[in-house]
């Protein structure tokens, strides 16, 4: 079974300043995908980003990218230009690509923005 | 956003008692799920199907059912609730059209489940 660690609990940041929020998996597949998913405090699940593993590039939307790296299996989100609507929790999510199109989920991070 | 609504969007119940959570789509996916979420554990999966009458049990399937009897339902049921089944509930869908395998997973926005 795979898992997903997420290892910062909270996180903080400045107003426009940079932040990356750390994930690590566990897995013995060698095709899979990775999102990250936004919550902010209206407990809506907001997809911000997806990875396929099989693409050695780094995804990129807008202010967030991803340092994605296979054999340290690791899944870093990077927000740019941070706003204070990015205040949320984030959650890390690995997707196999056999049975069910099942996430595990990270056990989140709630990043704070401070003006 | 995907059309996904859960019924009800909160519920305080007695512990022993049965309850049932909807989840109803609008977008004709194939896939559904339900998940829980609770502090440091993120959201953990309970059930899902991959079409009608066909489902399949999650990490986290002890004392709970589901049942899909038309491709945009996608119920749960507490046979007999206990207080740590005391969580919030979510709802998601996905298709899995051939050669997209990369679709994300859309969600509801949770149900607030409270067991005394």
């Known amino acids: 079974a795979q898992t997903v660690t997420q290892s910062q609990p909270e996180m903080s940041v400045q107003e426009a300043e940079t932040v990356t929020l750390s994930c690590t998996y566990d897995t013995s597949e060698s095709d899979y995908y990775l999102f990250w998913y936004k919550q902010p405090p209206s407990r809506q699940m907001i997809l911000v980003i997806r990875?396929?593993?099989?693409?050695?590039q780094n995804a990129t939307e807008n202010r967030f990218s991803v340092n994605f790296q296979k054999a340290a299996k690791s899944f870093s989100l990077k927000i740019s230009d941070s706003q204070l609507g990015d205040a949320a929790m984030y959650f890390c999510a690995y997707r196999s690509i056999n049975a069910g199109n099942m996430l595990t989920f990270g056990g989140g991070t709630r990043l704070m923005v401070k003006p | 956003d995907a059309g996904i609504t859960q019924s009800p969007r909160h519920k305080v119940t007695e512990t022993g008692t049965p309850v049932t959570l909807r989840c109803h789509q609008t977008?004709?996916?194939?896939?559904m799920y339900w998940y829980r979420q609770d502090p440091g554990h993120g959201l953990r999966l309970i059930h899902y199907?991959?079409?009608?009458?066909?489902?399949d049990k999650g990490e986290v399937s002890d004392g709970y059912s589901v049942s899909r009897s038309k491709t945009e339902d996608f119920l749960l049921t507490l046979e007999s609730a206990t207080s740590s089944q005391t969580s919030v509930y979510f709802c998601?869908?996905?298709?899995?059209?051939?050669?997209?395998?990369?679709?994300?997973?859309?969600f509801g926005d949770g149900t607030r489940l409270s067991i005394l």
């Open positions: 990875q396929e593993a099989y693409k050695q």
């Open positions: 998601a869908i996905s298709e899995y059209p051939g050669g997209m395998r990369n679709q994300p997973q859309h």
């Open positions: 199907s991959y079409g009608v009458k066909d489902t």
């Open positions: 977008e004709n996916h194939r896939y």
